[in-house]
């Protein structure tokens, strides 16, 4: 059997590449030809050609986010997360029977793609995050490169920026002025796309900018995206023109109905009321101190890495990040930075303290843990929790929540979304520095010590 397939995360970082990884050696096993198309953060590497996709007898769509499809029009396509991947690729591979012919589906769609499309349809929720998500992937390199600029500002003095004509100042225009302003309105860019196609793009890019300049922030921008991704689908149903004014359809009826739709929904409805909620959600994090801070500490560590890169993860995430929109420090950043470092550093711990427990193959892979860890890639974890979840994921789940736990006590907080112990070298970037890496130390300690006490000899 000949297979295609085409793998892409939230982040294109990890996951990506291990669930390729999982389908090649399950390929290999069972004597299947198999070519995996790899769409990381680096863009798409291994790409399919038309002749392998032609040859194929099926295709296997692993991701998270929205893949475009129409090339794989005709052929039997199996979606599945990139999880389910990473964890079953035999089985993935056991079910290719279960794929469905994927026809184009286009304004003209026919009665057969509509069946086709019921078929292959998720839970509601399934569909809400994974148009979510797609929006939240293309953010995270703004996000991420908008952040490092600014605190590299920082490294000129927390408030050099201010004077025109300086180097800090130049860096604060470009990550905090430009990458960071186009956060919110390309997240609910892409939200759109995934639900609307191509017409979604431009009202929901218009709807973030409006639930930036209504300071709505990203709760603004996620319903701007969902309304105006909803609101061209509505459009593209119900607006049926005469064959010779098809044309006017994508460039003028669709762009102008919509935005106009969108904008003054952000306007006169939304952007009011979820402004009044952002600012008690941003001042009750300002004011959140003793054993409340530390609650959410723990919460948030125990989400960043209770499932390494899946749905917890990518929630906590986003809402340290909306934390950060003001342009502050945020502790709720610095927790859950500190606990998504922890169960790749605990883990490389683990193989050195209690080697008896790992197999050698494992013990190098503790390596590059290290690595990982220090980079703030939490799904370095990911091969030790595979193979040994009943224990691993414990371990690693109680520290990192003890290191947000710890972080929110100290009062720690991180200027920058992303960057992990490289970070700590910009002046300014992390507050109360010594404390936020000793938060770090301790919950990669703890989570050593219950792979220690839980985990088998071998």
């Known amino acids: 059997m000949k297979i295609v397939a085409v793998t892409s995360c939230i982040a294109g970082i990890a996951h990506t590449y291990m669930a390729a990884e999982s389908l090649e050696i399950a390929a290999k096993k069972k004597g299947y030809q198999i070519k995996v198309e790899t769409m990381g953060s680096i863009g798409s590497e291994n790409v399919l050609t038309e002749e392998e996709i032609k040859e194929a007898d099926v295709v296997v769509i692993a991701s998270d986010k929205d893949v475009q499809k129409e090339r794989f029009s005709g052929k039997p396509i199996l979606e599945v997360g990139t999880h389910d991947a990473m964890k079953n690729g035999e089985q993935i591979l056991e079910r290719v029977n279960e794929a469905v012919v994927y026809k184009n589906n286009n304004l003209n769609n026919s009665h057969t793609n509509s069946n086709t499309s019921k078929k292959q349809s998720t839970s509601l929720t399934a569909r809400l995050y994974k148009h979510l998500m797609n929006g939240v992937s293309h953010m995270i390199p703004f996000v991420v490169a908008g952040g490092i600029l600014i605190a590299l500002s920082f490294i000129f003095g927390i408030k050099a920026f201010q004077q025109e004509g300086t180097l800090a100042s130049a860096l604060m ?102 402004s009044y909620l952002n600012n008690f959600l941003n001042n009750w994090l300002s004011n959140l101190s003793g054993a409340n801070a530390i609650v959410l500490g723990l919460v948030l560590g125990t989400m960043i890495s209770i499932d390494m890169g899946g749905v917890l993860n990518k929630v906590a995430y986003a809402f340290a990040v909306a934390s950060l929109t003001s342009g502050q420090p945020s502790m709720a950043m610095a927790a859950v930075m500190a606990g998504g470092m922890v169960p790749p550093l605990g883990l490389a711990l683990a193989t050195i303290i209690c080697k008896n427990k790992f197999t050698l193959e494992e013990r190098e892979a503790g390596k590059t843990a290290w690595i990982l860890g220090v980079s703030f890639i939490t799904e370095g974890a990911i091969p030790f929790a595979a193979a040994d979840p009943g224990r691993v994921l414990p371990s690693t789940t109680i520290g990192a929540a003890v290191a947000g736990a710890l972080s929110m006590l100290f009062k720690c907080k991180l200027a920058v979304p992303h960057g992990g112990a490289f970070v700590f070298l910009i002046p300014g970037a992390v507050t109360n520095l010594l404390l936020y890496i000793t938060a770090i130390i301790a919950g990669t300690i703890v989570t050593a010590v219950m792979v220690r006490i839980l985990k088998k000899d071998i």
Request: glycine share 14%; aromatic share 8%.
């Open 173 to 274: 225009k470009i990550g905090g002025d430009s990458a960071f302003a186009l956060m919110i309105p390309i997240l609910a860019g892409f939200i759109s796309f995934s639900i609307a196609d191509r017409p979604g793009l431009a009202p929901g890019m218009v709807g973030g900018m409006l639930a930036a300049s209504t300071n709505s922030g990203f709760l603004g921008g996620i319903l701007a995206g969902f309304l105006a991704g909803y609101v061209v689908k509505f459009l593209k149903e119900k607006i049926v023109l005469p064959p010779s004014l098809k044309g006017i359809m994508p460039i003028l009826v669709i762009p102008v109905i919509s935005c106009l739709v969108v904008g003054l929904t952000m306007i006169y409805v939304i952007g009011t009321p979820i």
